[in-house]
């Protein structure tokens, strides 16, 4: 069973940072695109940033320049550090992954949610 596990949210004072971690584990044969999302109350969830096997990667204009993905493939591990943070970054984040099972055929997964919370 493939499950992604993400740490790292909390609370900040507006213009600091923050580091998201997510790994998936599980019987995983390949993972393609490695993403964040984040959802605000009352609000669409929305991709922040995503990136792909071969490291391309893009970000939602509000967050370039301040976010920064990584991905560590041998570890099946996205982060994403968050610089310069602004309250209208408070939102729960999600991390998304398209995985292929040993036993299965390509999918999605989501992580459980942490919640980033920035104040001003």
């Known amino acids: 069973q493939v499950q992604l596990v993400e740490s790292g949210g909390g609370l900040v004072q507006a213009g600091g940072s923050l580091r998201l971690s997510c790994a998936a584990s599980g019987s995983i044969l390949s993972i393609r695109a490695m993403g964040w999302y984040r959802q605000a109350p009352g609000k669409q969830r929305e991709l922040v940033a995503a990136?792909?096997?071969?490291?391309?990667?893009n970000y939602v204009d509000s967050v370039k320049g301040r976010f920064t993905i990584s991905r560590d493939n041998p570890k099946n591990t996205v982060y994403l550090q968050m610089n310069s943070l602004k309250p209208e970054d408070t939102a729960a984040y999600y991390c998304?992954?398209?995985?292929?099972?040993?036993?299965?055929?390509?999918?999605?997964?989501w992580g459980q949610g942490t919640q980033v919370t920035v104040s001003s």
């Open positions: 990136m792909t096997s071969g490291g391309r990667s």
């Open positions: 998304n992954a398209e995985i292929r099972p040993l036993y299965g055929s390509w999918d999605d997964y």
